[in-house]
Each structure stands twice: as C-alpha cells, then as structure tokens.
C-alpha cells in the first residue's frame, strides 16, 4: 500500500447567459423625495449575491452610496421581469438592465439639477449623492435637494427604467452555425491528488484556481463562488452520485450520508485568482463566474489520478471501487493503426448489439467512422 | 467612494446572521393546510387503477388532487423555445420514473395528510424501464414516449449537429487519432434549502404563491399555463432563496399548492422532504460522451468528432436546451479548424433531468479536458504545452464560428502555472492571447482565423442600451 | 409540558413524540431553526439545548421536559451581534443563509466549550456535520477560527488575488 501523489490540469471556457439568448431581464428604479434610491428587479438571489452586487452596480450608475439604495426583488407585482437566476446570468444581464434603468436615473437627476442650478446638464456630474458642476466643486446640490425639489416643487417623478436582452439567435440546422452567447469566461484549474493505491481512496490536497471574470464587482462574492464551486466540482469528481450503478436504479441515497456530498472535511487547500478582462458588454466589465466554478475540477482531479496511479478513471464520480477496478484492471488502449482506442468497452458501439445496428433504419454515428 | 470592485458587506448579511431571512417554510397563515404528495413506486407503469375515496375521507383531508383536477395539466419547461409539452403535473395513465407525481393530498397537519396519502389505492400493470441511454436506438427496446426514446430537433434530424471545415482530411492527414469515452454521472442540486411553495388564495380571485423557485416570472408563466389564468391573476413571492443550483427551476410545488389552494379555499403549503428532493425532483443529468480527435506528432489538433447522448429522464424538461448548449463547447478552449459533433437527447426512465450549474457544459468540459490530458500522454508531450498551443486566440473561430474577440484561455494557463509553481519554458511563459501568426499559425488554422470583432465601446459612455429615452 | 425557549419559560400544547423542530417551527413561530432533511444529516435545525448543540429535528419534546432551549434568534439582534454573528457577517460565511442559523449556534457552543482560540481543524471536527452547499465552508471556518480569537470588528479582505489579464 502506498500513498501517491498527482497533479492534474484542465482549462475551460463558459458562456454568460443563456445559450442562444433570448432571455430578457428588466428593472426599474425610483428615487425617495429624501434621494433614497429604490431598484425593483425580478432577479432571485440564491445566495450568489445578487442582491448585492445590483446594489453595487445602481450605486455607482447614479453616483449615490451603496447605503443609499434599497434592492426589492421580492415579487412579480411590483418587480419586473427577470428571465431567472440561472446560465450565469445575473450579473451580467440583470445587471446590465438595472445599469440601464440607473443611467436613465441619474439623466433625470442631471436634467432637474439643471434646472435647480441654472446649468447646462451635460455640465453637471454626480458622484457621492451631490450633484456638481464640472470643474467647480463647490457648486453643489445634493441627490436628496434634487429629488425633495422634484416632488415638492415641480411636481414631477425622479424614475428611470431599463431592459436588457441578448437576442435569441437560432442555428443552423446543418453547420449549427450561431452565436450563442453574450460573452465568454475562462479559467484553469491545478488539483493536487494522494491516492491510496490499496483503498481507492482519493483526497483533493490542493486546488489552484484562475477564473477571468472580465471585472469582479465584488471580489469577496466573486470568491465565495469560487470557493464553493471547487467544493462542488470536488463532490462531482469522487463522491457524488444519484445512480450508485448507472443506469440501474438501486441504491439510491435518500439522504445526506447515503447520497455523498463534501463535508468542511474534505476541503482542499485552495488558491485562487482572478483575472480582468473587462468584456465590452457586461457591467463596468463583469462576465460570468457562478456557473464554471464547478466545471474545472473534476478534470484537473482525474488527471492528478493518472498522474498518481496510471489509470484514467472516466466514469465520474471516481469512488475507490472505480479506482480499484481501474487499477485491477490496468486497460490499456488499443492501437489499431494509427487509432489509439481508449475504454472501447463504454462505447456504443460495444454495448448496443451489431445485429439491431445493421436492422434499424437510423443508427447513433460511431464516433470512429 | 466607487461601490464597483469593492468587497462591500453583503446586502442581506445582517438578515441572514441573525436569523431573520425569511423562506418559503418559514411563513405560515391561520387556516394553511399542508399538502403531501403521492407517488410512483416504480419506474414505468400503466395506471390500472386509482382510487382516492379512502384517503379523501380520512381525518382532517380537505382535498385529494388528480391530474383531473389541473385545469392543463400537461405543459413544458421548454415551451417559450417551440419544444412540445410533455410534462403532466400529475399522472394520467401511465407512470415513467420512481417518484412520479400521481395524487397530492391537502390536510389539516403535515401528519393527517401523510396518513391520506397511504390511504391512495393504486393498481399498476408494471412495465420493463429503459435505462441504458446506449440501447436507445436498438430493435425491441422498452419504448419511454410514444415517439420512441430519441427527441427529434428537426423532424428529420434528430440531433443537434455542429460541423465545420473538412473532417475527413484533418483525420486523413492526422499522425494519431485518440478515442476516448466519458461518463459523468447524475448528481443532486441538493441546496440546502428543499423546495417548497405556500399559494394563498384572495379574495379578488387571485394567487399569492410564495416560491422557492430560481425564476420567478418563469415558473409563473409556467403555473399560469397549468391552471390557465393570465399572469395577471398570480403574484409570485420570493427572491430570497436557500440555494438552488438549477434544481428550483423544476416547477411543481407552485402548481400544485394553487390548484389546491383554489380547490380548498384554504393557504396551502407544501415542502419538499429531503428524500423527496433527493430521488424524486431534477438531477443534473448523466452524459455519455465519444471523442475522437485527428492530432500530430507535434501536438496540433486537426479536426474532432463526438457523440454524445444526454440522458434525460422520462420527461423533456430543459434537455433539449442542455443539450444544444452542450455541443457549442465541444472544442472547449482551443481552436479546432474541422468538427463534427452529434449531440442526442434520450429518454429514459430515470427522474426527470434539469438544470444543474455549468448546465451541459460540465459534462463537456469534464469530457475534453480528459481526451486533452490523454492526447497529451499518447504523444508525449507536456499537457500545458498542448493547451497553450491549441488555445483559443484573438480572430480564431469557434466551432459554432464565433470570432473570438477577448479570449483569455492563454492568460488563464499562465497565471495558473505561476501559481502552482510550475515551470514553463520561456517561450510557452511569453505566449498571449493575441491573434495567430509566426509559429502558432500553421497552414490548418489559416483558414478558420477571422478578424476579431473590435468593441470599441467605453461600456459606461456609449453602451448600445444606452440609447434612446425611458 | 414545559420548556425554556431563549430565557422564557413557554407551555407546549404538542404531544411529547413531536419533534422540537415542529415544536419550535410551528408552534412558537421561532423558524431560525430550518427543516433541511428532517433526519438528522444536515445540521440546519440545529439548537442549543442545555447548552449543548442539538438536533431538534431528531429530538422529541417529551424528552426534554423543562430544559432551556436556545433558537439562533436569541444570539443577537442586528444593533448588538454576538461574536459568531458578527464574524460570520465580516467573513462573508453566509451566502444563502440557510444553513446559518445552525452553524451559528454549533459554532458557538463549540467556542464556549473550547475556552480560547480555535484552531481550523477541532472547527471541522466540530461543525464537520453540518452542510453547506455555497460556500465550500473555507469563510465559515475562518469565521469561527476569528470568533474564538475575539478578532471582529473589522471587515476580513478578500483573499482573492486580482490581476489585469495580460493579452
């Protein structure tokens, strides 16, 4: 018995919103007769932080403190539509539509300064809840003057609404030929292995991580996805399975326990960085990072085995029984000429019988011809 | 002070440390009945016989539901794309996966309406299940729909298909071609928080439905469309929720209380039990997936074939979605001049599959990066080098022909290789993200380059939002 | 029967078979406590009984006639946090907020039982029942390591390191 070590590497790449788009998201924002700043958006905070990072986002669109704003995502009559929390979406196309409706906030603000201060709008600017004039600080009114003189004096609303959609876009039958997504992220993961060659058992030491997330909005949010999404892409890679004898259907796991999931146990050492590559698009830069945090480790992790113990284990979760069998069995691939054939026993081709093939009509495309 | 790039506290942080975030479960009203489902014990069945008077009788039940109590009660989660309804809310005359849906009872207590729920007589003629997504297009096989166990995209087609370039020279002129197989498995969401809704029903006729759902509007659209009422005549409550990872985009709990809720006149609230969530809601999906790759002895990847067939339970749900998602990244983050990649969606009768983060890429993802390493082991070279060569750059085109504008898969590799301390030669070290030429352009890729779409947008001053009025 | 919830002294009406999860949930109106599995596998209905951090999912209320109950609603309201409240708040250890309330009182019975600082690895043995499905439990265990130092107060940085993408 030995323990060995492994390290792996994969690299991946993730599309912000859903693919092909189609999937709108829209808020609107009021400001207080006191310049508190309401945004109404129908996005679903699952925990990730939406909330808060369209907070961030409203805030700095206005030019108002984040303390100042009030996020009021909690029902479909006074909220919205927002297409769903879901396809790494929220940041960047919810929050681009309640970018939107903030912009179209601070132009009402700007155009009822102008009038209060007798100056040209696009002389004025707003930042920290005063509205100033270029160049001359000390010219000032404050965001709460300019929306208490909205309601009281003139009478009028301080309002701004916006909408964000990336179009749906169909392909082509043939090609597939679209495209499909508003933005790209990428990133690459490092996983460190010890396996216990006469258990099975695998144990994530170390993981290194680097996501480019085009611009964190808020870097500790952006981590705590990162963070949870190693631990997930950890459970997908050895322990978690709702089908312990794929595709039979016993022994399934009704529990916690019985259905494997990574405890604070089975936390690796983990080390992660972010990288900026504003995108063009997405809010003040940001892209997607929610979704790909659990897509990179599970390859990384299956490298480090090989790497450890010489056996590719591609039926995932890579359980001991699976890396015992593997090393039992030692495949190796079959050459055929120039073809390198890995896990010939998996493929279609092996399980489902050649009579029926040569029978049907239609037929799955081998891979290999 | 700029909020933007600033790790500011979290806005619901106080809320969530003093225990006053409030979910789904945590409200209550005077007069809420609970509901409790019935469900199927096996995986594929005709309903012989269903029989709900035992348990409609019994104490403290104010309502036993079929499927002919849901005003439509088949309707789809792929609808708003053109993808035909096949879910039924509650069984009709057959059943197809362990944990189906038949009847749901609403009682006084959680207790009285379980006790309900094993007073249900069912009488079921039992089918043999298909389960091996590998058998789906084999002479005899247990047939999971009517239209047999392969969803058509077209009607003549039924997989989504991605090809480009020439496929056959890149394998003609290849050194090597690597096959391989990856399966990675079905999993839980398994938040924290299991599903739940209470739907209140108002005086004006209309529905209050608190919903742990992911996707407010969406699961709305889709509950209005199983009671046929305008949007209008709902109010979904929510936005605060205990976790969801795709599995609360599976709209049931919502329908289901408000049908009851209209039936009883009574809040209805209904919570998921963990083993509820855990063998009867959405899985993410299991995926079988073929590559073979045309490579060189100097570790260029000339062209790629794959088939994959995604298993995707007894009902659509959004696997035709998942799917077509799934085959855009096939090439991963490199640049693959020829492609050829069939992606299948078969039923089966497992739970239905959904949603799950990183949806019908993971399984894409998990499957390339290991045919990646494995390349990189059949040639003998270092699996960074093979990447940092391979990976897509400024003006190369994805297998769907997306120009890419801002990759940063090179910047990526780099800043992980530093990282975890690991050595890369000088010029590997000195690669970037920018387009093609020299040494990294050799003639196979000349062709898919494209000039990169340049954004001169600054995105605060002139963001094509931006334009026009409120 | 009897029991002391949060310093009060309050008469249950349910059988003594019923789950103090229910008990607390339903009865009381105290829903800090979650019904996250309702066997025991989880954690989030996690409460201090006697002092002692407790399933009250798997615990029958006759069990624990006249025993003083804490609900993670008595730890502290938002203008004076306890020292887990607080450090949890400041180390971002709450995304969905679910799970809170139990690693809340787990954690700190766990720090008045130790006495002093807590290292990383007696946190895990101690909260290694608990589940969280968001945040890979590295902010919540520094939370708990900072709480039982007394180190709150100050917001913890982001460990995240941010660089320009080089292209």
Known sequence: MALRRGRGIATIEYPTGMNQGGDPSQAWIKVKPDGHVDVFSGTVDVGQGSKTVHTQIAADMIGVPYDTVTMNNFDTDTSPVSFGTFASRGTFIDGNAIAVAAYRTRQRLLEVASRMMEVDPEDLEIADGDVAVHGAPERKVSVAEVAATASWTYGEMIAGSGAWMFPHVEPDKETGECEPHAAISYASCVADVEVDDETGEVRVTKLVQVYDVGRAINPTLVEGQIQGGAVMGLGLALLEESYPYYPELSHRGPEFGAYAVPGMADLPELKNVALEDPDPVGPFGAKAVGEMANNAQSPAIVAAIHDAVGVWVTELPARPERVLRALDESRQPRRDGRRVIYDEHLAVAAVSTAENRAEGAWRFPLVSE | ?470 | MKLVVNGKERLVAAGPLTPLLHVLREELGLVGAKAGCQHGSCGTCTVLIDGEPRRSCLTPVGAIEGASITTAEALGDPANLSVVQAAFDEHYAAQCGFCTPGMLLAATALIERKGGALERDEVVEALGGHYCRCTGYVKIVDAVVAASRGETGTRAPSTLEIRAAGS
């Open chain 2, 1 to 470: 002070m700029k909020a933007v790039g600033a790790s500011l506290p979290r806005y619901d942080g106080i809320d969530h440390v003093t225990a006053r975030s409030r979910f789904v479960d945590d409200f209550s009203l005077p007069g809420m009945l609970w509901a409790k489902a019935f469900r199927s014990p096996v995986a594929s069945a005709r309903i012989v016989r269903l029989d709900t008077t035992r348990a409609e009788a019994m104490p403290g039940v104010h309502a036993v539901i079929t499927h002919a109590d849901v005003p439509n009660n088949v309707v789809g989660h792929q609808e708003v794309w053109g993808i035909a309804p096949d879910e039924p809310l509650l069984a009709e005359h057959e059943v197809r996966f362990v944990g189906q849906l038949i009847a749901v009872v609403a009682a006084e207590t959680e207790a009285e309406a379980l006790d309900a729920v094993q007073a249900i007589e069912l009488e079921l003629e039992e089918r043999i299940p298909f389960l091996d997504v590998r058998n789906a297009w084999d002479a005899g096989q247990p047939q999971v729909t009517p239209d047999g166990n392969v969803f058509f995209y077209y009607p003549d087609q039924p997989q989504r298909q991605i090809r480009k370039g020439n496929v056959s020279e890149a394998f003609a002129a290849a050194d090597v071609i690597v096959e391989g197989v990856y399966r990675p498995g079905a999993i839980e969401q398994a938040p924290a928080e299991p599903a739940a809704a209470l739907a209140i029903p108002e005086p004006n006729g209309r529905v209050t439905i608190h919903s742990t759902s992911q996707a407010l509007y969406y699961s709305m659209d889709i509950t209005a469309r199983h009671l046929r009422m305008p949007m209008g005549m709902l109010k979904f409550v929510g936005g605060t929720v205990g976790g969801g990872f795709g599995g609360k985009i599976d709209t049931k709990t919502e329908p289901i209380t408000a049908v009851l809720a209209l039936k009883t006149q009574r809040p209805v609230k209904w919570r998921h039990t963990r083993e509820e969530e855990m063998l009867c809601s959405t899985t993410r999906a299991a995926w079988h997936v073929e590559i073979a790759d045309a490579v060189t002895h100097d570790g260029w990847i000339l062209g790629r074939k794959t088939l994959t067939l995604h298993d995707a339970g007894a009902y659509m749900m959004t696997s035709a979605y998942a799917c077509s998602k799934h085959a855009f990244h096939l090439a991963g983050a490199y640049s693959i001049p020829a492609v050829a990649f069939n992606t299948f969606v078969v039923m089966t009768n497992h739970v239905p599959t959904a949603a799950m983060r990183g949806f019908g890429v993971t399984s894409a993802s998990f499957a390339v990066e290991t045919h990646m390493n494995r390349i990189a082991q059949v040639i003998g070279m270092d699996p960074w080098e093979l990447r940092l060569k391979n990976a897509n750059r400024v003006g190369d085109s994805s297998p769907s022909r997306v120009v890419y504008g801002n990759p940063s898969t090179v910047s990526t590799l780099l800043a992980a290789a530093e990282a975890a301390d690991v050595e890369l030669p000088p010029d590997e070290r000195a690669m970037t993200n920018a387009k093609r030429s020299g040494a990294l352009l050799p003639a196979h890729l000349v062709e898919q380059q494209r000039e990169p779409v340049t954004h001169p947008l600054v995105w605060r001053d002139n963001h094509p939002a931006l334009e026009g009025g409120v």
